[in-house]
């Protein structure tokens, strides 16, 4: 442990950055399944008895969250985090090769996600169905027709950017 760094600031740091993390995980599972806003707030949708623009709000607030508390962890933890790099790339000024491939492999879903390009955009795609299904109003034959959200985009063969 770096000399001055509190042992209970970095028990605190663990600990709040794997709560936000966890409750981002919920909210964006929740809000993955959920309706249309427009559905949700004209059928009263709930998910354990939280409305969506509340999971909304709680999402939002944990990813903020975990945007400040990750840098904190991550410095607070500096020594650990680059014995263990050293330790396993056997050198402090080579890279190791489990973090090229991390960082190979983000850049790939990164550019899938742009665009549009599948497995990557059946995530997205899964998502609109399942939002399209809360239709009622819609027969099961045009809901899988009406595109949702950004599937409109995709359908004209223009990457999205909304």
Known sequence: MAEGRNPSTRAFLSVASA???????????VLYVAPQCFVADATGWRCLCIAKDTWESIHL???LAFLVLTPLHLWYNWSAFTGYLKKKAG???EMPVPALIAAALAAVLLL??????PPVSWI???????KRSWRRDLSP???AR?????GKYRQEGRVHSE
């Open 19 to 29: 709560l936000a993390f966890l409750f981002l995980a919920l909210s964006g599972a």
């Open 61 to 63: 607030t944990f990813a």
């Open 91 to 93: 050198a402090a000024r």
């Open 112 to 117: 899938m996600s742009l665009g549009g390009i």
């Open 124 to 130: 997205h795609d899964a998502h609109e169905a399942i």
């Open 141 to 143: 034959e045009d809901r």
């Open 146 to 150: 009406v595109p949702g959200g950004r």
